[in-house]
């Protein structure tokens, strides 16, 4: 059974920075992974993709402040967050794409103004 377990969000203020991470069980191998993210009220959105050959792609809203990242032995996928703007605020959500699709249950991550 494949879980994907996300951590690291909380509350920071706006200029603030927190560090995201998802590990995977029950799946092995170097996998596309994603991060996305939901605002109350919002569709959820895609904010940045790591491939299997390490190339990272990036949301416009968040390209320049936001790092996706991979530990291939740990099988962990990471997103540094640097100048957090309260519009980041939302629950942030770890992706898994191999022969299945798979999520995490989410993390949430609040910036005060």
């Known amino acids: 059974q494949v879980q994907l377990v996300e951590s690291g969000g909380g509350l920071v203020q706006a200029g603030g920075s927190l560090r995201l991470s998802c590990t995977a069980s029950g799946i092995w191998g170097i996998n596309f992974m994603a991060w996305y993210r939901q605002a109350p009220g919002k569709q959820r959105e895609w904010v940045a993709h790591?491939?299997?050959?390490?190339?990272?792609y990036y949301a416009d809203s968040v390209k320049g402040r936001f790092t996706i990242s991979r530990d291939n032995g740990k099988n962990a996928v990471y997103l540094q967050m640097n100048s957090l703007k309260p519009e980041d605020t939302a629950v942030y959500y770890c992706?898994?794409?191999?022969?299945?699709?798979?999520w995490g249950q989410g993390t949430q991550v609040t910036v005060s103004s």
């Open positions: 790591i491939t299997t050959a390490g190339s990272t």
């Open positions: 992706k898994l794409v191999a022969t299945n699709t798979y």
